[in-house]
């Protein structure tokens, strides 16, 4: 079932940005992962702004490709980067419905 990797990020020191968006992708592509945007283009429509500096959205064939992503010794020195120029969060969500009324997505 395919997954979704969302990750926000607030960059606090930009250091660790060019290696990390130089690289990153390799890896993810190596689990099947295919970045759908990697956007610093953010408008809110409803409720209040985030704060943060982009937002990332990678397609991957399973939650257990992305977390293989997440966990794989490769990326680990680009994460630990990252987390230390930057405050984030990561989610991993599949392609479910969770109220059932779209036919074309499972049920969720």
């Given at each position: 079932m395919?997954a ?6 607030k ?9 990390y ?6 890896i ?6 295919r970045?759908?945007?990697r956007?610093?283009n953010?408008?809110?429509l409803?409720?209040?702004a985030?704060?943060t ?9 399973s ?10 010794p ?7 980067a990252r987390?230390?120029g930057?405050?984030?969060?990561f989610?991993v ?11 074309y997505?499972?049920?969720?």
């Open positions: 395919p979704y990797l969302i990750a926000q990020v960059i606090t020191d930009d250091a660790w940005v060019p290696d968006a130089a690289l990153t992708h390799e993810a592509a190596k689990h099947g992962g970045y759908l945007s956007s610093a953010i408008e809110t409803e409720g209040a985030p704060d500096t982009l937002i990332a959205l990678i397609a991957f064939p939650a257990e490709a992305a977390r293989a992503f997440a966990h794989d490769d990326y680990a020195p680009l994460a630990k987390q230390a930057s405050e984030g969060h989610w969500i599949d392609d479910t419905d969770a109220a059932g009324s779209i036919p997505l499972p049920k969720g």
